[in-house]
């Protein structure tokens, strides 16, 4: 196998599954009742810049990201803590499986300007990865190409 189609394969054929391996399935979520309040504290807790939004079920019904509510602090200034979650979530949830690829759901969360992608197995949320992830898995599989390429070239 030469240096290109080692590079080539490495990068287009990782799947989700390979980050969440890794990182583990854990979700962490809110209900559409909860409030703002809550979500913040929630947010810094957790260490996280997004919830998804579940129902009593454990469905998805939507996400909430720290853009949401700064975009409402900017426009409810100092009422926006009380405010339902479910009033100022995003519905429309771009998810992802485990078995789509990375550089796919890279160009996804990409074109969406968005940095959060939950990730759905069989209707049941398995786990969240978010741009971060992405790119530090990039990274790793360039340092492991340029080593590999330099072991080509030391022989
Ligand atoms: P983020 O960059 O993830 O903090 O989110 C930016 C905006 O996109 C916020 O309005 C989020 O509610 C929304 N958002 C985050 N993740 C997703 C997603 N997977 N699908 C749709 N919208 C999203």
Redesign the pocket.
Known sequence: MNQTSVSNLAADSASVRRILDRKGSAVHAIRPDDTIGTAVVTLRDKKV??LVVTNAEGDLK???????IV?KMAETPGQTLPQKVSEN??R????CTPDDKLVEVLR??SD???????VMDDGKLCGVL??GDLIAYRLSELEYEALHMKQMIAG
Do not use: C, K, N, W
């Open positions: 810049g997004a939507g996400i909430l990201s720290e853009r949401d975009r979530m995003t429309d949830v771009v998810t996804q969360m969406g300007r968005f940095r959060h992608m939950p978010t741009i």
